[in-house]
């Protein structure tokens, strides 16, 4: 069984810091790109960051970028950073791994597996 748990969601001030981790798991499992993506009440789930397999590449969403960093702590884990945090950025937010693509990628359909997801706040 595959499985993805993120960390590190809660409540942070505007202005302020907030990482997020995700480990994916599962017995002879090897994630590909990973990605994140958020979802806000009443609206779809949109593409927030995403790394390549081997970190050479990424995407960020144009309202995260220089906010934003997606880094890869080793094969099973994603990382993202927030800095510089905005109201807009409240949302439940989701870690996805694909098995198929090797490159980052924003389209949910490149992802085979998804967390749980884990609510970020942002509010003073």
């Known amino acids: 069984q595959v499985q993805l748990i993120e960390s590190g969601g809660g409540l942070v001030q505007p202005g302020g810091s907030l990482k997020l981790s995700c480990v994916a798991s599962?017995?002879?499992?090897?994630?590909?790109?990973m990605a994140w993506f958020r979802q806000t009440a009443g609206k779809g789930r949109d593409p927030v960051a995403s790394?390549?397999?081997?970190?050479?590449?990424s995407y960020y969403e144009d309202s995260v970028k220089g906010r934003y960093t997606i880094s890869r702590d080793n094969d099973n884990t994603v990382v993202l950073q927030i800095n510089s945090a905005k109201s807009e950025d409240t949302a439940v937010y989701y870690c996805?791994?694909?098995?198929?693509?090797?490159?980052?990628?924003?389209?949910?359909?490149?992802?085979?597996?998804w967390g749980q997801g884990i609510q970020v706040t942002v509010s003073s």
């Open positions: 996805a791994t694909s098995t198929t693509i090797v490159n980052a990628s924003p389209n949910t359909g490149d992802y085979a597996y």
């Open positions: 599962g017995r002879s499992f090897t994630p590909l790109t």
């Open positions: 790394i390549s397999w081997h970190g050479s590449n």
